[in-house]
């Protein structure tokens, strides 16, 4: 197991490939070695380190914190954006699409489950996941931050039924998987075959958007370049400005060892950040090349006093309603709006996408 790829570290890597000559990273971050991957996949199949399951749904299980969230892993049909039933909330980039698309077409397999959000209190699925939840797990294993997981094999044909006439009717946020929704997309059309074809679905980790367990997280930034920013409510230390963001449609700000608050017009507070201070102060630039993104608050004003930047951004968490409502109204948040955590692990499930083969 590893944390998704796009979250590690070059010495992330190194470390989960020194654990095990099977860790799923050896699959997921080939090092541009993309046929390499796919012959590595084929040769755990032959070596039975992986072992094929008959068509199979899963229930998740990650406790962390006090807390505890429970998934759904299933395939999921992909549809263009345009349909409405997939919705993204975040901006995407060329690189990581290219990335990811040579993995997919080298590997044939779809290696790492895209979170997605649906609303389903009182649909029955979380009771279904509950009562599965109930017997022993297939599998039990630590992950990173201090995650335990369990996963359960749902096999039980009603069961997928259920399932599949509750939720063919829903629409999916995507938590996590922008870019590796639309590389899927894009093989899709690439690869052809008809409406039930393996290529025309992707590994889905589902979450309903109420559960206790899910847990989203701000991504401070820090801007490279740009002139100071001035009329804020002057704060006297990083805890004070993120306290005064609590309910708030505000950002902090960090500059020559000075915090501040700056209130925001508008709803969402990452928006208007980028709306009415990042974009005003970079004028033609893109952003994407002035910034620098962490979750860790004191993290972003270390790279300040270090001068890896000029200036650090603070936000609170973003509120999931409003950002559903923002999806659904077809408009999308900067990169990095959102930090669904934890993340799911790499390595429980993979779904070959072979030709000869419906789903």
Request: hydrophobic share 40%.
């Amino acid at each position: 197991m590893a944390p998704p790829y796009d979250v590690l570290s070059d010495s992330d890597v190194a470390h989960y490939r020194a654990l095990s000559p099977y860790n799923v990273v050896h699959l997921t971050r080939p090092d541009h070695d993309y046929e390499g991957a796919g012959r590595t996949f084929e040769r755990w199949l032959d070596d039975r380190i992986l072992e094929p399951e008959a068509s199979s749904m899963y229930v998740h299980e990650v406790r962390f914190g006090g807390r505890v969230r429970r998934d759904l892993i299933a395939s999921l049909r992909l549809q263009d954006y345009a349909d409405r039933v997939v919705l993204p909330h975040e901006r995407t980039h060329r690189g990581p699409k290219e990335d990811r698309l040579a993995l997919l077409r080298a590997t044939r397999v779809s290696l790492e489950p895209l979170w997605f959000l649906y609303e389903g209190k009182d649909t029955g699925v979380p009771a279904i996941l509950d009562l599965v939840a109930t017997r022993a797990p297939a599998v039990s294993f630590s992950g990173p931050d201090d995650t335990d997981h369990r996963l359960w094999v749902i096999s039980d044909p009603g069961i997928h039924s259920s399932v599949h006439a509750v939720l063919e009717q829903s629409s999916l946020l995507i938590a996590d998987g922008h870019h590796r929704y639309e590389t899927a997309l894009a093989y899709a059309k690439e690869a052809g075959g008809g409406p039930d074809a393996p290529s025309r679905f992707t590994l889905a980790l589902l979450t309903e958007m109420s559960d206790p367990g899910l847990v989203v997280l701000p991504t401070h930034r820090v801007l490279k370049a740009g002139v100071a920013v001035t009329g804020g409510e002057p704060t006297g230390s990083l805890e004070e400005t993120l306290d005064s963001l609590r309910g708030r449609v505000a950002a902090g700000a960090y500059r020559d060892h000075q915090f501040q608050v700056l209130p925001l017009e508008g709803e969402v507070g990452v928006v208007e950040l980028h709306e009415q201070v990042i974009d005003n102060v970079l004028g033609k630039r893109s952003p994407e090349d002035f910034l620098l993104y962490t979750r860790d608050a004191a993290e972003a004003v270390r790279w300040v006093d270090e001068g890896l930047g000029t200036a650090a951004f603070f936000l609170d968490a973003p509120d999931l309603g409003q950002v559903l409502r923002l999806a659904k109204e077809g408009k999308t948040l900067p990169q990095k709006a959102t930090y669904f955590h934890p993340k799911p692990p790499s390595g429980m499930v993979f779904d070959r996408l072979e030709r000869d083969r419906r789903l």
